[in-house]
């Protein structure tokens, strides 16, 4: 599967991270892992499917939005479909839709001005028919009616709260972060309830988990087993972060010791915990997250490819 990176404007609000784009040569299932993103998706051609215990499947809309995922999810892509997700911080839907962002937790909801709101007219819902679309064109363009509508909204004083406290999450637990904020521990899990829809401490094991992935990218000599990988990144044993790994993951953590570049489905989930790492997680936790890079980057092997 063919995957890369289309990013916002260097301005672009904060909330606002960039654009993937996918394109399934053959039928193939994948794992997204969990997530504190808000997706709004465009399934360009073909079908798309979704689902929660790899057994039953449910059609994915063809315009859709999204919101956290709490677990790693299963998708299933047929030859040939192509598909867009514009990526924002989960607060996304708060700030935009008429609506709180609980509703798009774990769920995929048909984007309509119901549900996301008026900055979204109906001709703006318009898919191709396209057997080869151009969906660069309609990523960028689905990133700039995103990025508009961003600026278009009055300031709220929550988003930028929420700004520093995910940014602190890139170095510190919730307990160490409350007093750094000047506030307290129980207002920053309402603030988390609220703009994204998950409990602050789901926020809180998802930035352990890609603190951790950082240190494995990024490791020295001190860092050569799981266990040395689990009491590094400071869950209690090997066990624990083997446990958070396939809730959040999808896999059993032995897969980061697979190779650089694993044949088959699993580099894609690789792929996405990497950008995660480089990319998406300085965009939500912060540009201090340690052992990231901002560079642009494509799915190793498939730069250039469309």
């Given at each position: 599967?063919?995957?890369?990176?289309?990013?916002?404007?260097?301005?672009?609000?904060?909330?606002?991270?960039?654009?993937?784009?996918?394109?399934?040569?053959?039928?193939?299932?994948?794992?997204?892992?969990?997530?504190?993103?808000?997706?709004?998706?465009?399934?360009?051609?073909?079908?798309l499917h979704v689902?929660?215990?790899?057994?039953?499947?449910?059609?994915?809309?063809?315009?859709?939005?999204?919101?956290?995922?709490?677990?790693?999810?299963?998708?299933?892509?047929?030859?040939?479909?192509?598909?867009?997700?514009?990526?924002?911080?989960?607060?996304?839907?708060?700030?935009?839709?008429?609506?709180?962002?609980?509703?798009?937790?774990?769920r995929l909801v048909?984007?309509?001005?119901?549900?996301?709101?008026?900055?979204?007219?109906?001709?703006?819902?318009?898919?191709?028919?396209?057997?080869?679309?151009?969906?660069?064109?309609?990523?960028?363009?689905?990133?700039?009616?995103?990025?508009?509508?961003?600026?278009?909204?009055?300031?709220?004083?929550?988003?930028?709260?929420?700004?520093?406290?995910?940014?602190?999450?890139?170095?510190?637990?919730?307990?160490?972060?409350?007093?750094?904020?000047?506030?307290?521990?129980?207002?920053?899990?309402?603030?988390?309830?609220?703009?994204?829809?998950?409990?602050?401490?789901?926020?809180?094991?998802?930035?352990?988990?890609?603190?951790?992935?950082?240190?494995?990218?990024?490791?020295?000599?001190?860092?050569?087993?799981?266990?040395?990988?689990?009491?590094?990144?400071?869950?209690?044993?090997?066990?624990?972060?083997?446990?958070?790994?396939?809730?959040?993951?999808?896999?059993?953590?032995?897969?980061?010791?697979?190779?650089?570049?694993?044949?088959?489905?699993?580099?894609?989930?690789?792929?996405?915990?990497?950008?995660?790492?480089?990319?998406?997680?300085?965009?939500?936790?912060?540009?201090?997250?340690?052992?990231?890079?901002?560079?642009?980057?494509?799915?190793?092997?498939?730069?250039?490819?469309?």
């Amino acid at each position: 599967m063919d995957t890369d990176w289309i990013a916002a404007a260097p301005d672009a609000p904060s909330p606002l991270l960039g654009a993937t784009r996918h394109h399934a040569r053959r039928s193939t299932e994948f794992t997204v892992p969990a997530h504190t993103l808000a997706v709004l998706g465009v399934v360009a051609s073909g079908a798309l499917h979704v689902s929660r215990d790899g057994r039953r499947w449910e059609p994915v809309p063809p315009v859709f939005a999204e919101g956290c995922r709490t677990t790693a999810t299963r998708y299933r892509a047929e030859a040939g479909t192509r598909w867009i997700g514009c990526l924002a911080r989960a607060d996304a839907w708060a700030i935009l839709a008429p609506r709180p962002a609980r509703p798009f937790v774990d769920r995929l909801v048909p984007a309509t001005p119901e549900t996301l709101g008026a900055w979204l007219p109906e001709d703006d819902r318009r898919v191709t028919s396209s057997r080869a679309p151009d969906t660069r064109a309609l990523a960028r363009r689905w990133l700039a009616r995103l990025d508009q509508a961003l600026r278009a909204a009055p300031a709220r004083a929550a988003t930028a709260r929420l700004d520093a406290a995910m940014a602190g999450l890139g170095l510190h637990d919730l307990p160490e972060l409350a007093p750094r904020l000047d506030g307290s521990e129980r207002a920053l899990q309402r603030l988390f309830a609220r703009e994204l829809g998950v409990p602050a401490k789901f926020v809180q094991r998802l930035a352990r988990l890609h603190r951790t992935l950082a240190l494995w990218e990024h490791r020295g000599p001190d860092i050569d087993t799981l266990a040395d990988l689990a009491a590094a990144g400071g869950y209690t044993d090997q066990a624990h972060l083997a446990r958070e790994f396939r809730t959040l993951v999808g896999s059993p953590p032995r897969v980061l010791k697979a190779g650089a570049e694993p044949d088959g489905e699993m580099s894609d989930t690789l792929w996405a915990l990497r950008e995660g790492a480089r990319r998406l997680v300085p965009g939500l936790f912060g540009p201090r997250f340690p052992g990231t890079a901002l560079s642009e980057i494509a799915k190793p092997g498939s730069a250039g490819r469309r």
